[in-house]
């Protein structure tokens, strides 16, 4: 699990995480690997008003992750179809 503390847009954060996901797309391609490496996040954006506790920020970035795990296997069927 990754925390990233500090001022960083939603946008720049996931752009960060889609060259992390490519990359580990790349390694996948060179034939030394016998399984592909995947990985899967959730980004959420909280301000300063927040006022969401702790446990509820992670589940809202946990379900976020969740619909990019449902996202990238949807991807992933329709390549292979």
Do not use: C, W
Request: hydrophobic letters at 35%.
């Amino acid at each position: 699990m990754l925390y990233l503390v500090g001022i960083y847009s939603l946008d720049a954060v996931q752009g960060r995480l889609e060259v992390l996901q490519n990359q580990l797309a790349g390694f996948n391609r060179h034939p030394s690997t016998s399984y592909d490496h995947s990985m899967s996040y959730g980004a959420i954006a909280v301000g300063s008003d927040n006022t969401l506790l702790a446990n509820d920020l992670l589940n809202a970035a946990d379900e976020k992750m969740y619909e990019y795990k449902r996202a990238y296997k949807k991807r992933n069927r329709n390549k292979s179809l």
